[in-house]
């Protein structure tokens, strides 16, 4: 059965089809069939997309998605290579200089309380954004589910490093920044596990999220990979909205982009929803 638009549609329209990996497309060993078939799926309401498909990929996280991207190289080889990257090449780059832009806007309470401003990365993957925040003077946490992942932002990166899943973890503290960098649209239920970042932000915080922009992408075919197997989501200017909104947040920023890397990204800014009381 097809899932439940973001929007709350049920009709969708077919984007794509498959009957074998798109090139480039990493071979996960679920995925890895000899009946490998997938549909992408549009929602004609707000533009939002699925990938659904019946292959079994419900142990991704545990280890194959790491052993799979970085097997071959190891987790800190893919990080030098990436924080090595010329300014101009750098997604990450661009990213940080973003957050820093609105932070020294929207921020207040670090500055007052004489503090390093405090940031939690969900899905921290290699690292890299914590790195170069890490050296703009905040002070990082990094959560995945790898382990060795964690290892890597703590012995590596030099960063706290807290091994579990959004979906359940407890007792993270509080942070003025949460972040959610190209992680959303590899779980099944971005709204339950977005809508949980209220409860590790401080009142005055932020959460950036970052997602595949599936609406600039959808022209190119296919073969892009902001709809590879890895994203059940992939979204619209329209869909994010829905998804802060519907998360319990109010989009200060929402904007589109194409990145260094050549992937098409959707970007935005969330506070806390003020409840209005009385
Ligand atoms: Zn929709």
Redesign the pocket.
Known sequence: MNPR?????KEWTTAFTYDAPPAGEVHFRFSAVANYHREVLR??????FVSVHAMDDSGLYQEDYVSANYGRDGVRKAFERIVSLPPEQSDNVGRVRRILDFAASHLVAPAQEGRAPTVLDVGSGLCVFLHRVKAAGWDGTALDRDPRLVAHARNVVGVRGVCGDFATVEDLGRYDLVTFNKVLEHVRDPIGILARAVKFLHPAGFVYVEVPDGEAAVSEGPGREEFFIEHHHVFSA??LA?LGARSGFTVRVIERLREPSTKFTLRAFLVPRMLKLG
């Open positions: 638009c973001l929007c709350g549609g929602c004609p309401v707000c533009g939002h329209a869909s829905l």
